[in-house]
């Protein structure tokens, strides 16, 4: 038994020793959050959405220009056909034209301008929800960051009870030598030191995890050496001891920064600006437009001493220019006007409805947040109370046991009650932690720099 323990404590050192020298940089929450936010797909998506509506904005705003086209014809005439002064023959003649046109609108119902004020807000709007994809991103990786600390902490309350285990193994043995205590005493004790090594073990394997989900979770590929920052806990634990204001003037604050709140503000603008788009179908639209044309006429068989006038002579005399006004008065389009401001009215409501529900909802969280928040302090004081209780129990029960008037198995009991405290100690910790961090968050301070 003795062998088997000490080969297990070499092997579990010299593990630890080749992780160390494994360990890069260890990574800090800001540097997760950054590296997860560009890696994401998700936000990748949101990022092309809002390039993809930067072009529907433009396209909008160049609609202002003229439009310019030009135009070529080639037709080949066999048979009867007419000629150029408008007499039908039995020829065969070619006619090759070409022109050249623009047109610009002059009034169109203001529909282009509410278009272009519509596709910016749309623009706005995609902006802030990528904002906000990049805000879960970061709040998704915290508690991915926050549960590798706490599998950290879970580690050390292992290895530390493994010692305490190595301790009793040494102190049993020399009490067994001494006449004090009886040989079952040792075999219960080198038991026990053999569950801490096993917990040891999975507490390692736990961390390992941990470690998985947060380099998953940031995309990170090659998570070799990846280890994590751990920052100073305690101290960050008494700057969120500070009294946290009501939820109302949490939501009050944050609601106007919140980038959902803001996206859903901006499309019921825009949608507002969509109904001015459709009730510019009333009105009448007056464009202005200007051509130039020409064309060649060939008759391929001439009566005799008769000839082709030339190229250059058509093109000088055939050709024409035109420019002129358009007025397009609507009258009647099967009602289909009507309908479409109708549409944008009935969509004008249903962002609005979107908003309040965004705003509902967003307040449920900060009332959450709180809530939680407020609980996993209170749980973080009772776990310290437990830990201070179990850690007297513990000092009374190891004087026991050295004095002789107890044995292995009760002061493992203890041994055991006081870890099972730290356990709970540090799950509270980290749990208020990350709760009083999101209601820091909500009233305004960027998760990555309460850690910092």
């Known amino acids: ?29 800001r540097k997760c959050i950054e590296f997860g936010v560009e890696h994401n797909i998700s936000v990748q998506q949101y ?12 396209t909008s705003q160049l609609s202002r220009l003229p439009s310019l086209s030009a135009n070529v014809g080639q037709n080949l005439y066999l048979g009867r056909a007419q000629d150029r002064d408008g007499l039908y ?12 046109s623009a047109g610009i609108p002059i009034f169109s119902g203001f529909r282009i301008n509410n278009q272009i004020k519509a596709n910016a807000l749309e623009l706005e709007a995609a902006v802030e929800d990528l904002n906000q994809a990049k805000e879960n991103v970061s709040l998704q990786i915290t508690g991915y960051y926050l549960q590798v600390l706490f599998t950290k902490e879970l580690y050390k309350i292992a290895i530390t009870q493994l010692e305490l285990s190595k301790e009793l193994v040494d102190r049993t043995k020399d009490l067994v030598q001494a006449g004090k205590s009886p040989e079952s005493e040792l075999c219960d004790a080198q038991a026990s030191a053999a569950k801490e090594e096993m917990n040891v073990t ?38 969120s001891q500070v009294r946290y204001s009501e939820p109302s003037n949490i939501y009050s604050s944050y609601v106007a920064n919140k980038p959902a709140v803001k996206a859903a503000q901006l499309r019921v603008n825009e949608s507002e600006k969509s109904l001015e788009v459709a009730k510019s179908a009333y009105y ?34 055939n050709g024409a220019t035109s420019i002129g006004l358009s007025l397009s008065i609507p ?35 900060v009332q959450q947040a709180w809530v939680n928040a407020q609980g996993a302090y209170q749980k973080f004081i009772s776990s310290q109370k437990g830990v201070e209780a179990s850690q007297k129990a513990f000092e009374f029960e190891e004087e026991k046991y050295l004095s002789g008037r107890s044995n292995t198995y009760q002061y493992s ?19 208020f932690l990350l709760r009083s961090k999101i209601l820091a968050f909500y009233e305004g301070m960027p998760i990555a720099e309460s850690f910092e």
Request: aromatic content about 6%; charged content about 20%.
């Open 202 to 239: 999975d507490a390692a394997n736990n961390l390992q995890v941990a470690l998985l989900d947060l380099a998953q979770a940031i995309n990170l590929q090659d998570m070799e050496g990846f280890d994590v920052d751990m920052p100073d806990v305690d101290a960050t634990l008494l700057a």
């Open 1 to 29: 038994m003795k062998k088997i323990f000490t080969v297990s404590i070499v092997s579990i050192l010299c593990a630890a020793t080749v992780f160390a020298q494994e360990v890069k940089e260890p990574w800090s929450l």
């Open 47 to 58: 990022d092309l959405i809002k390039e993809n509506q930067e072009i529907t904005l433009q």
């Open 284 to 317: 009448p639209t007056l464009s202005l437009g200007a051509s130039y044309s020409n064309s060649y006429y060939y008759v391929h068989k001439l009566a005799t001493g008769l000839n082709n006038t030339s190229m250059a002579d058509q093109l000088s005399q």
């Open 89 to 100: 023959q039995d020829r065969t003649s070619s006619t090759s034209n070409f022109g050249v």
């Open 331 to 365: 009258i009647f389009n099967k009602m289909a006007t009507r309908n479409s401001v109708r549409s944008a009215k009935l969509g004008i409501r249903n962002q609005q409805l979107s908003l309040d529900k965004t705003k509902q909802d967003l307040y449920k969280e």
């Open 413 to 431: 009991q203890v041994r055991a009650r006081l870890a099972s405290s730290l356990s709970e100690e540090a799950r509270a910790k980290f749990e």
